[in-house]
């Protein structure tokens, strides 16, 4: 039986290319049936994660989803401590629903995970990536900067994000970036904590 995952993100560019970026776990029988992130560009704390998974089980109440994943951009920060934000979330939805929330994050940004899949990420962009370092991604700072530069003229939408996802390979991103690693654990077996 497939395991149904919905993910709660922070923005658009996240929802259009998580579910390429993860599409490879329905071999497993993994799907990530729907990402939900917050209306109008509204920031994701506890109460706007506490609403956006109540609406999504309460909208499935037939069949709720296996689990939610709550992706995080913790910006630089320490993963635990961005992680001790969310501690009364499971609380605040009750024991059934509590029960199904895993935590993932993204070190610096989304974009951040599709330097490291070097190869492809250029030949999408057609150029070189500089002087950015796609060995360790989840340490490049600001990398959403670095791609619009790398894009030119071409603006960076969550349109092209999602193309660029398209193109990438998650098994060589969750090789390189441990936070990648981290997200897909989650959504394919989940963790509770943050490693």
Do not use: C
């Not at 109460?47 to 689990?67: G, R, S």
């Not at 993963?79 to 939805?93: A, G, I, Y």
């Not at 059934?96 to 940004?109: F, L, N, S, T």
Request: net charge neutral; proline share 5%; charged share 25%.
């Amino acid at each position: 039986m497939t395991k149904r995952v919905i993910v709660i993100a922070s923005g658009e560019t996240e929802r259009r290319a998580v579910p390429h970026l993860v599409s490879h776990l329905q071999d497993s029988g993994v799907s990530v049936t729907d990402v939900r992130i917050p209306p109008r560009n509204g920031a994701l704390n506890v109460q706007m994660a506490e609403k956006l998974i109540k609406a999504a089980w309460y909208a499935n109440a037939d069949t709720p989803p296996d689990k939610f994943v709550l992706l995080v951009d913790v910006d630089g920060a320490d993963p635990e401590k961005v992680q001790r934000t969310f501690t009364n979330l499971s609380e605040r939805l009750g024991r059934e629903v509590g029960a199904a929330i895993m935590y993932a994050y993204a070190q610096w940004h989304l974009e951040a995970w599709y330097f490291a899949d070097a190869e492809n990420l250029r030949e999408y962009i057609k150029s070189a990536l500089g002087k950015v370092d796609t060995s360790s991604p989840d340490r490049i700072q600001n990398p959403k900067h670095h791609l619009k530069q790398l894009l030119g003229s071409r603006v960076y939408t969550a349109r092209v994000s999602e193309e660029i996802a398209e193109t990438l390979d998650a098994r060589t991103i969750a090789q390189r970036s441990p936070s990648f690693k981290g997200f897909l654990d989650a959504v394919r077996n989940g963790s509770r904590e943050i490693d």
